[in-house]
């Protein structure tokens, strides 16, 4: 499947709209808040998987 050219990642000045974004489809899809576990923890998570080299 070829990757969609209207799509590119995250840069890192984006990443409070990233965060906000992930945390709210998080919490619909699952019924409950991320940060439960700890803010800087679900951060680190998100930075990890929206980096450069990351699918």
Do not use: D, H, N, W
């Amino acid at each position: 499947m070829e990757p969609l050219r209207e799509v590119r990642p995250s840069r890192i000045e984006e990443f409070r709209a990233v965060e906000k974004a992930c945390a709210a489809m998080f919490t619909e899809e699952l019924g409950f808040s991320p940060y439960t576990q700890g803010v800087s923890q679900y951060r680190e998570r998100i930075r990890g998987s929206s980096g450069p080299g990351t699918r």
